[in-house]
């Protein structure tokens, strides 16, 4: 076993070698412009983008036409909601989302209501679930979109996409899926789902950074949307721009290893999840789980350790790569938005850390990790006021603080 040990899969993977493998030639001998028509290079690196678009497509029972590539998630998800507003911006303005979705979700939407868009933030329970009613509810005949992720970034917690895709077809409102850590992990069937565009992304997937699709309804009902920039008309003209054709190889073949080994690799992730979970409850008392106890992704394990400084620990267990909210917002010291929108504390929130396992971590560096979190934790607790006086029977929310 190696030091420091990774567990922060959900940021982001390291690049399988037979994806590595796949990508090489694409570097230096086929490295034709797909757009180039004219001569064998560009005629090679096209053939290599169609057969990449129908292997990414085939994952989600998507055709590979109804793929268009993209630099990765981020821009799939502003493509796929800036671009459905902007085109059916006669139809209406009023888009349904969720508090805990994904910045590159929340931050669109944000944008949106300032330019005179109207958009719903579901309620969450306390696993971060939508309630399907509410949802119902929340449709009016100006509503052009529901925007709901497959699988939480932070909490694992996985939304029930198939009635969510019900409610809006039956009502002839668009489904946009944020699957970037769906994809690959959890079975995804964007027909049997009736999700009408859905974004992903390489590197969630042991694939490389800096390429993405966005999947787009091509029939029943036809998806519409207007690009969010311009050029040479690349895609179909939904995105411009010379393609990363290695990137796209290296994606397509990240997307052929995963629909080899999901079965086996969420079993095995589970057990390992289940494990470490049951480790920590039997050493440490005041720990919670945060995320749906069994609807949750495979490799995700969120907890909150009470009377412990989320900062402190990450330090105590400086050998092990883990994080506290997401990568995405883990400069700021903000308390997790998700776990806020769950109705955890600030307090909890901040000592909130998330464990994420992926294809390359193995049992002992889960055995080490919980051994590591227990002295760690536990020397924590030995220096909190707080947690003495609890262990000694006393209500904190009894206690009057004074101030000197």
Known sequence: MKLPIYLDYNATTPMDPRVLEAMMPYFTETFGNAASRNHAFGWKAEESVE?????????????????????????????????????????????????????????MCHYLEQNGYEITYLDVDKYGCVDLQQ?????????????????????????????????TRSKGVLFHCDATQG???????????????LSMTAHKIYGPKGVGALYCRRKRPRVRIAPLFHGGGHERGFRSGT?????????????????????????????????????????????YLNGHPTKRLPGNLNISFAYVEGEALIMGISDIAVSSGSACTSASLEPSYVLRALGVGDDLAHSSIRFGMGRFTTSEEIEYTAQKMISAVTRLREMSPLYEMVSEGVDLSTVSWTSH
């Open 51 to 107: 057969r990449s678009r129908e292997e990414i497509g085939s994952i989600i029972g998507a055709t590979g036409k109804e793929i268009i590539f993209t630099s990765g998630a981020t821009e799939s998800d502003n493509l796929a909601i800036h671009g459905a507003a902007e085109f059916h911006k006669e139809k209406g303005n009023h888009i349904i989302t969720a508090p805990t979705e994904h910045k590159a979700v929340l931050d």
């Open 135 to 167: 949802i119902e509810d929340a449709i009016t005949d100006k509503t052009i979109l529901v925007t709901l992720m497959a699988a939480n970034n932070e909490i694992g917690t996985i939304h029930p996409l198939k009635e969510i895709g019900q409610i």
């Open 183 to 197: 994809v690959g992990k959890i079975p995804i069937d964007v027909n049997e789902m009736n999700i009408d565009l």
């Open 243 to 287: 393609l990363n054709v290695s990137g796209i190889v290296g994606f397509a073949k990240a997307v052929e290893i995963c629909k080899q080994e999901m079965e086996s690799e969420a079993e095995r992730l589970t057990s390992l999840r289940e494990g470490l979970h049951q480790r920590l409850k039997d050493e440490l008392d005041y720990i």
